[in-house]
T-cell receptor, first 111, second 113 residues
Framework: RKEVEQDPGPFNVPEGATVAFNCTYSNSASQSFFWYRQDCRKEPKLLMSVYSSGNEDGRFTAQLNRASQYISLLIRDSKLSDSATYLCVVRSYNQGGKLIFGQGTELSVKP | DVKVTQSSRYLVKRTGEKVFLECVQDMDHENMFWYRQDPGLGLRLIYFSYDVKMKEKGDIPEGYSVSREKKERFSLILESASTNQTSMYLC????????????FGNGTRLTVT
């Protein structure tokens, strides 16, 4: 089982749609969680950190469920510019603080 | 803004050559990392460093070595390049705090022929 798993997609949605991505992690000692965005042929960039109480940044909402060991990302009112690959990242202290990446979920927002 | 600079955007090398990939960050970050990214495999950690002259193996260190003589610079070395090392290489840095995110360079696309 992979340490961090994501649905690879692609998710094809129309503009204005709400889309949700899930990510599961296997290490219960995981402590820090992030969502990154990667545009085609570009480097990953931090989208948002994920806090225990959940957090929101504009149209983006991140949730953490420690009991079930998953995090989620909700995008409301999708824009064409949201088309990208979304990477789930987990940091576990008992692995020397390494950050482990999921394989990414591809999102394509269509007009 | 944090700036992580990788010396080359595209690189073509021959099998058996020694290859140096350079990475410099300008934010005095303690931690630096080298990843490779391949289709279907995602980002995989090659080596990382928590401080000057310190290095730790990641998940796929075979065929690679690293050097961190100065805090701002982290070099990835392919001692004898092979075709299976053709990949996108991404350098990243972060502060030492628990929730500090990674900041990536724009990547080096290495082709080994």
């Amino acid at each position: 089982r992979k340490e961090v798993e994501q649905d690879p997609g692609p998710f094809n949605v129309p503009e204005g749609a709400t889309v949700a991505f899930n990510c599961t992690y296997s290490n219960s000692a995981s402590q820090s969680f992030f969502w990154y965005r990667q545009d085609c042929r570009k480097e990953p960039k931090l989208l948002m950190s994920v806090y225990s109480s959940g957090n929101e940044d504009g149209r983006f909402t991140a949730q953490l469920n420690r009991a079930s060991q998953y995090i989620s990302l909700l995008i409301r009112d999708s824009k064409l510019s949201d088309s990208a690959t979304y990477l789930c990242v987990v940091r576990s202290y008992n692995q020397g603080g390494k950050l482990i990446f999921g394989q990414g979920t591809e999102l394509s927002v269509k007009p | 803004d944090v700036k992580v600079t990788q010396s080359s955007r595209y690189l073509v090398k021959r099998t058996g050559e020694k290859v140096f990939l350079e990475c410099v960050q300008d934010m005095d970050h303690e931690n630096m990392f080298w990843y490779r990214q391949d289709p279907g495999l995602g980002l995989r950690l090659i080596y990382f460093s928590y401080d000057v002259k310190m290095k730790e193996k990641g998940d796929i260190p075979e065929g690679y070595s690293v050097s961190r003589e100065k805090k701002e610079r982290f070099s990835l070395i392919l001692e004898s390049a092979s075709t299976n090392q053709t990949s996108m290489y991404l350098c990243a840095s972060r502060e030492g705090g628990d929730n500090s995110p990674l900041h990536f360079g724009n990547g080096t696309r290495l082709t080994v022929t």
